[in-house]
């Protein structure tokens, strides 16, 4: 039988040390930490082969005294608690007092440390957990730490290291993810004698932000700013389209602490949702600041997970502020055109465009075939001629997903029954303000509904919008729109789709339902066809009425309005092919892949020939802000400056 006994101190150090130190980054990141809690306003970061044959951090922090020294490398010493009490409301990065110990005890440590009342510092030398040498010495204020040999007396754990570059980018992450959780310090990192960054310590988020991630990166980037619940969150996300590939551009933290938090990544994903494409994912530097006492960061030897006293309040901060910033921007993509570089107007302390503050939302904007509208005559794929004539009387085309003023002309169903006018669609039409058109036609915008009653926050007025005007299509697909001293390119289908699910998604939509005179039946595939029956509930809020035809057929009844009796069985099989793949134990999820089947059948069609008066319309929601991205994230519009062009004809 196996006797039970003690460790040896020393095997039980090397142990503990594997809690704290994996390699070479993790000692970077205690080291930093400790030079935060000192009030550094100043860090270098040096390594040399990776971290494996030095890490050297100097910092200009309040220094160790002589007679503490020797004891911060000590298990458990800290200055940082001193009862069980202050555990419950850390407000330090560093309260275990096992980083110097565990450090020292797989490597050969260097101390260099001075303080503010002494006139010479001290030197310390620490091999394998053991002080070699201490004496006096001259050096300024603040802390050097240089750990020389890492592993050098565990080659178990030498070996599982990486190559030297590997571990390298490693510690530049973790110095990148330093910088910008505290910008009021100075951080510069040098790998092999050539420095890599440099931030300014300025106390903006947004030039470390800058200096961290690059231009390219901090462009893309908006301003987040919100709080409620007790707590905080401001910092910055990318904008929709130019979300990235991978979770890497994605940095939380809490009370100024790195974390890796599935809440707060949740609730940034979540307020994408219908903004971005599929398979892309928003890049931020989010800081959440709650009370110390909220928040247990004591859960994870390295520290870099919490746990939250109330995570649905984290996650509702995290959300409405990035929500916000989204729903409030009214930039645009630039056209990338070769050997031009965009216009950004950016400086070493500034990550974003200014906002276009000429853009305004369209408050009240309706543009969705509805009952309340009736089609423009001729509008469908090769309907229309070159030259727009005046519209014949009002007559409804099967590809017709715009709808006017007028009633619908009677339709041939068996049973129709158009949904009663609300209240809100009778009233007089408000007054408009014209803006300017190359076609002489009048394109006006609507009057702001009445406030709700919660009478939220007073908005400060919108500046004029600067008029645009209509120059065409090209390709039967893009709408031209001049604008200043830039044109825009709006994709007519992506800016109708956009509109359409907005629509849809409005809590008091209700669809113009055709009750069919000959049921449409079709054989979907069987999980198709089982998909369908169990959502027919869901079916039925957007204008479907199906049911069982037989064993393994659908009949369908009645449909929206806007769909010919010749696409509901496409429609149909789209929509249950969305839900399979997007699972069908959400409703919410269920209904949005329903309004993005829906949203996209009723939206008009690149090479579709349109009238002036529709791709006004179309250029009207993107000009006004109240369309600015398609339901899977890609943009609506883009911008070609003048200054870009000029360029491309050697002008500028």
């Known amino acids: 039988m196996a006797i039970i006994k003690q460790l040896d101190p020393h095997v039980a150090d090397l142990i503990a040390a594997g809690e704290v130190v994996e390699r070479p980054s993790s000692v970077v990141k205690e080291l930093m930490e400790n030079a935060i809690d000192a009030g550094a306003s100043a860090v270098t970061v040096e390594i040399s082969r990776g971290g494996m044959a030095l890490i050297r951090v100097t910092d200009d922090g309040c220094g160790i005294p002589a007679d503490q020294a020797a004891t911060a490398f000590l298990r458990h010493a800290t200055s940082k608690i001193s009862d069980e009490h202050d555990l419950e409301a850390i407000g330090t990065l560093g309260f275990r007092g096992e980083a110097l110990a565990a450090i020292s005890a797989v490597s050969r440590v260097e101390l260099l440390t001075c303080t503010d009342d002494g006139s010479l510092g001290t030197s310390l030398s620490v091999v394998a957990g053991e002080v070699v ?75 470390a932000v800058y200096a961290v991630m690059g231009r390219d990166i901090a462009l893309g980037f908006l301003s987040v700013k919100g709080s409620g619940e007790g707590m905080s969150a401001e910092g910055f996300a990318s904008l929709p389209a130019c979300c990235r590939g991978s979770r890497s551009y994605q940095h939380f933290f809490v009370n100024g602490r790195y974390v890796k938090s599935r809440i707060m990544m949740a609730a940034v994903e979540e307020a994408y949702k219908n903004q971005k494409m599929v398979g892309k994912f928003p890049g931020c530097v989010i800081h959440l600041t709650v009370k110390p006492s909220e928040v247990d960061v004591n859960v994870h030897p390295t520290k870099t997970e919490v746990k939250f006293q109330r995570e649905q309040a984290v996650f509702s901060t995290v959300y409405h502020a990035v929500l916000s910033a989204l729903n409030k921007d009214h930039t645009r993509p630039q056209a990338v055109m070769p050997g031009v570089k965009a216009e950004d107007k950016v400086t070493a302390n500034q990550t974003s465009l200014p906002l276009n503050d000429r853009a305004r939302e369209l408050n009240g904007t309706q543009f969705m075939p509805s009952s309340r509208f009736k089609p423009m005559p001729g509008f469908g794929p090769g309907k229309q001629p070159e030259s727009p004539a005046p519209p014949p009387a009002p007559q409804r085309k099967k590809d017709s997903p715009f709808q006017w003023v007028e009633p619908l002309p009677e339709k041939k169903t068996e049973a129709p029954a158009p949904a009663p006018a609300r209240e809100e669609e009778t009233a007089a039409p408000a007054k408009r303000t014209p803006v300017q058109t190359e076609h002489s036609v009048s394109v006006q915008k609507e009057a702001p509904r009445p406030e709700p009653e919660e009478k939220p926050a007073p908005q400060p ?21 001049e604008q200043g001293d830039k044109v825009l390119l709006i994709d007519k289908h992506a800016a109708h789709e956009r509109a359409n699910f907005d629509r849809l998604k409005a809590a008091d939509y209700r669809p113009m339902v055709q009750e069919l005179l000959t049921p449409v039946t079709f054989s979907p595939p069987p999980e198709e066809l089982e998909i369908l029956l169990d959502q027919t509930g869901l079916l039925a809020q957007f204008g479907f009425e199906v049911e069982e035809f037989g064993s393994n057929a659908l009949a369908v009844r009645s449909a929206p309005d806007y769909l010919d009796a010749g696409d509901i069985e496409s429609a149909l099989g789209e929509l249950a092919r969305r839900l399979k793949l997007a699972g069908t134990a959400d409703p919410a999820s269920a209904r949005d892949e329903l309004m993005h089947t829906m949203a996209c059948k009723a939206a008009i069609k690149g090479g579709w020939r349109n009238r002036a008066e529709e791709l006004e319309e179309v250029a009207r929601m993107v000009m006004s802000g109240a369309v600015k991205y398609c339901p899977h994230g890609r943009p609506v519009a883009i911008e070609l400056t003048k200054k870009q062009l000029e360029k491309q004809f050697k002008r500028g």
């Open 461 to 481: 007025p919108a500046p004029e919008e600067e008029p645009w005007v209509v120059r065409g299509e090209l390709f039967r697909t893009y709408v031209m729109v």
């Open 133 to 207: 040498s201490q004496e006096e010495a001259g050096c300024p204020k603040g802390t050097t730490m240089a750990v020389r040999e890492l592993f050098f007396n565990t080659p178990a754990r030498l070996k599982f290291m990486k190559k030297d570059a590997a571990e390298g980018a490693a510690v530049f992450a973790v110095v990148q993810r330093v910088a910008l959780s505290h910008p009021e310090l100075s951080v510069k990192f040098i790998r092999d004698g050539k420095q890599e960054l440099l931030t300014p310590g300025d106390g903006q988020l947004k030039s």
